[in-house]
């Protein structure tokens, strides 16, 4: 039973983990991929390592955390998980601004731009 738990955590902790990694290191997701799409310095540019990953980072941050959570429970750590929820709810209005940035992208100093 207990490997059946470990399962259901380490399964989509590995492959949230890929997707993270895959964006952070090709700036580059499954959905962009299929929509054309790649993510770039803010100014066109092509983004740095660290831009790339501190997007990631941003970006997955309810999800890193959750995972943290489960080997190390605490209630800081679920203040930290709320923290980061409501920063991607925020980070979801701030799309609809001029720039059409997420919060993370602001953050990062990325865009996403489409591939010609």
């Known amino acids: 039973m207990l490997g059946s738990f470990m399962g259901m955590i380490a399964g989509p902790a590995v492959l949230a983990l890929l997707f993270l990694l895959g964006e952070a290191f090709t700036g580059r997701s499954l959905g962009k991929e299929i929509a054309g799409c790649r993510i770039y310095s803010a100014d066109g540019t092509p983004a740095s390592g660290g831009q790339l990953m501190t997007r990631a980072l ?59």
């Open 58 to 116: 941003f970006k997955w941050s309810p999800f890193v955390i959750s995972v943290i959570a489960i080997f190390i429970p605490s209630g800081i750590i679920g203040i930290l998980f709320i923290l980061s929820v409501l920063f991607l709810l925020i980070s979801g209005v701030t799309i609809f601004g001029k720039s059409k940035q997420m919060l993370y992208d602001k953050i990062a100093g990325t865009a996403v731009y489409e591939l010609e």
